[in-house]
């Protein structure tokens, strides 16, 4: 397997973005993602937002080449160890980026109302500026960035079948990012969010 190195820079200020329309061909992003689909151990969590414990509106599973715990949002998770495909999901990506991760927090979107509000990944466990490499499979998603003090700063990218998104520099210090509800019916997406916890 050999992901498709074509990329477009996406220029923002105080941000350092890459994206890959098709670093998994049609084929093999199917396959991968019927796979996992069915094959990670998937949950619902609970989170505290603004003092309340919620559900997450999607479901998620945490692995790693490690038994390093990762917390957020008041929610620690012990991970699992990575299974075949993210092995070689993950021995790619680091062929792309030149950089090696630690953990891969999974997050499953079942339908257009599972989301991901407002935040950035900037967790003291994460470091500083912290790459973080992004895999989509299944449905095509708007992908929202805002600037954190610049309200006039914004960006939208729909996540494609197969599709990688490269965050890296100081683009977590200075934009959040979020995958907003849908009213549109649309099928299930996985998202593979390839992380270094310190």
């Known amino acids: 397997m050999n992901f498709d190195c074509t990329y477009k ?10 994206y890959y329309p098709d670093a998994l061909n049609n084929g093999l992003a199917n396959s991968y993602y019927k796979t996992l689909l069915n094959t990670l151990q998937w949950e619902q969590y609970s ?18 080449l490690n038994s390093e ?6 929610l620690k998770l012990n991970p699992l160890n990575f299974t075949k495909e993210l092995r070689d999901l993950y021995s790619e990506i680091v062929k792309i980026t030149g950089s090696t991760f630690t953990h891969c927090l999974a997050n499953l979107y079942r339908n ?3 989301s991901m509000g407002w935040h950035a990944d900037d967790e003291k466990k994460l470091g500083n500026n912290p790459i973080i490499a992004s895999l989509s499979l299944g449905a095509a998603r708007n992908f929202q960035l805002k600037h954190k003090t610049d309200s006039a700063l914004k960006y939208a990218l729909a996540l494609e079948h197969g599709s990688l998104l490269i965050m890296k520099g100081s683009t977590q210090e200075f934009w959040k990012h979020q995958l907003p509800k849908t009213k549109k019916e649309i099928s299930p997406r996985i998202n593979l969010t390839f992380r270094t916890i310190i």
């Open 9 to 18: 820079k996406i220029t923002l200020p105080d941000a350092n973005l890459e």
């Open 47 to 64: 989170i505290k937002i603004f003092g309340k414990t919620i559900p997450q509106p999607r479901l998620t599973a945490l692995y790693a």
């Open 69 to 74: 715990p990762y917390s957020y949002s008041g």
């Open 112 to 114: 257009g109302n599972d």
